[in-house]
């Protein structure tokens, strides 16, 4: 080999050699991130990333772009995200029914216990069920005896199938040994409409679309689903305490990452997330949508995710709940 070609070999060598240390000690994010969400511009889900899309973009040096993917029940978007490359530039908002309810519900191979490495809880907010005002319940007890006299007598509207709104009826079912039926309506907004109308006598709802009912005097709230009272209707007992201790259902908000991304990337984004959070004009928008900012780290989510898989695989189970084409 001439001289001339090993001091060719040797500059490149020392390019791939420089190249590859640049990419080893190159600061995350050194490139846009994408947060993917499984469902339309305008839901509760879309609302929370680009809230803290906007806030994170500001801090981490690099833009935060939100993404939608809507489709079965967020499971197209949670398929996607969790085939990307684990390197933190693509990660998914999602909620329990993505993470809990759907794998299970309709058969798909996304477990998230696995597919996923958490970053953090983004939201946390609690439902309310709420019934027409001629409805004779006046309480959760009232609302429990009314449906062991009629078994299958009494209806229960919720979004959608698999929605939270509908497995809190499920959950509540079965802690509360009752039958009860469930309309599926095409949104919580459809379904609140008929519960104003009379056409369905109860549903468990999102806070923030009912809380103006409810002080307006069209609904009237029995109970909330979170563990404590909310400061939103700060009258309104918990489920737990009016009549079923231990019960405890909420629609929760939180990112992910696909499994394998590096522990400082994630430990990076959720100080980002914590960072976001905790600013008041972004309490006072989470506050505005009936939800509390919650704190956590990849790890809490991690085991929080494992939990609700569990707790909602089995009420799927216990209620023998089917997808339309029994899948």
């Given at each position: 080999m001439t001289t001339s070609r090993l001091l060719l070999g040797l500059m490149l060598a020392g390019?791939?050699?420089?190249?590859?240390?640049?990419?080893?000690?190159?600061?995350?994010?050194?490139?846009?991130?994408?947060?993917?969400?499984?469902?339309?511009?305008?839901?509760?889900?879309?609302?929370?990333?680009?809230?803290?899309?906007?806030?994170?973009?500001?801090?981490?040096?690099?833009?935060?772009?939100?993404?939608?993917?809507?489709?079965?029940?967020g499971l197209i978007a949670a398929e996607a995200v969790a085939k990307s490359p684990p390197d933190g530039y693509t990660i998914l908002m999602g909620s329990q029914t993505v993470f809990a309810v759907a794998p299970t519900l309709y058969k798909k191979p996304i477990d998230a216990s696995t597919d996923f490495a958490g970053v953090a809880i983004a939201g946390v907010s609690p439902l309310v069920l709420v019934v027409n005002p001629a409805f004779p319940a006046q309480s959760v007890k009232d609302v429990i005896a009314l449906a062991k006299a009629k078994p299958g007598g009494i209806n229960f509207g919720s979004g959608g199938l698999g929605t939270t709104p509908h497995m809190s009826g499920e959950l509540f079912q079965s802690a509360a040994s009752v039958k009860l039926v469930h309309i599926a309506y095409r949104g919580e907004a459809p379904a609140i409409n008929d519960l104003i109308g009379g056409q369905i006598p109860l549903m468990f709802a999102n806070l923030s679309a009912i809380v103006g009912n409810v002080k307006a005097g069209q609904l009237r709230a029995l109970a909330v689903t979170s563990a404590q009272r909310t400061p939103a209707l700060p009258d309104i007992p918990t489920v737990a305490e009016a009549a079923l201790p231990g019960f405890e259902a909420a629609t929760w908000f939180a990112l992910v990452a696909p499994a394998g991304t590096p522990r400082e990337v994630l430990m990076t984004l959720n100080a980002e997330v914590r960072k976001a959070i905790a600013l008041p004009d972004v309490k006072q928008r989470f506050a505005d949508l009936g939800m509390t900012a919650e704190v956590s780290t990849p790890e809490g989510l991690d085991a929080y995710i494992k939990s609700e898989i569990a707790k909602w695989t089995k009420v799927i189970k216990d209620g023998d709940i089917k997808a339309p084409d029994g899948n």
């Amino acid at each position: 080999m001439t001289t001339s070609r090993l001091l060719l070999g040797l500059m490149l060598a020392g390019c791939i050699c420089a190249s590859e240390s640049r990419a080893q000690t190159a600061k995350f994010p050194d490139r846009p991130i994408k947060v993917v969400v499984g469902f339309s511009a305008g839901g509760g889900t879309d609302v929370v990333a680009r809230i803290l899309a906007l806030k994170m973009s500001e801090t981490i040096g690099q833009t935060v772009v939100v993404e939608n993917r809507p489709g079965a029940s967020g499971l197209i978007a949670a398929e996607a995200v969790a085939k990307s490359p684990p390197d933190g530039y693509t990660i998914l908002m999602g909620s329990q029914t993505v993470f809990a309810v759907a794998p299970t519900l309709y058969k798909k191979p996304i477990d998230a216990s696995t597919d996923f490495a958490g970053v953090a809880i983004a939201g946390v907010s609690p439902l309310v069920l709420v019934v027409n005002p001629a409805f004779p319940a006046q309480s959760v007890k009232d609302v429990i005896a009314l449906a062991k006299a009629k078994p299958g007598g009494i209806n229960f509207g919720s979004g959608g199938l698999g929605t939270t709104p509908h497995m809190s009826g499920e959950l509540f079912q079965s802690a509360a040994s009752v039958k009860l039926v469930h309309i599926a309506y095409r949104g919580e907004a459809p379904a609140i409409n008929d519960l104003i109308g009379g056409q369905i006598p109860l549903m468990f709802a999102n806070l923030s679309a009912i809380v103006g009912n409810v002080k307006a005097g069209q609904l009237r709230a029995l109970a909330v689903t979170s563990a404590q009272r909310t400061p939103a209707l700060p009258d309104i007992p918990t489920v737990a305490e009016a009549a079923l201790p231990g019960f405890e259902a909420a629609t929760w908000f939180a990112l992910v990452a696909p499994a394998g991304t590096p522990r400082e990337v994630l430990m990076t984004l959720n100080a980002e997330v914590r960072k976001a959070i905790a600013l008041p004009d972004v309490k006072q928008r989470f506050a505005d949508l009936g939800m509390t900012a919650e704190v956590s780290t990849p790890e809490g989510l991690d085991a929080y995710i494992k939990s609700e898989i569990a707790k909602w695989t089995k009420v799927i189970k216990d209620g023998d709940i089917k997808a339309p084409d029994g899948n």
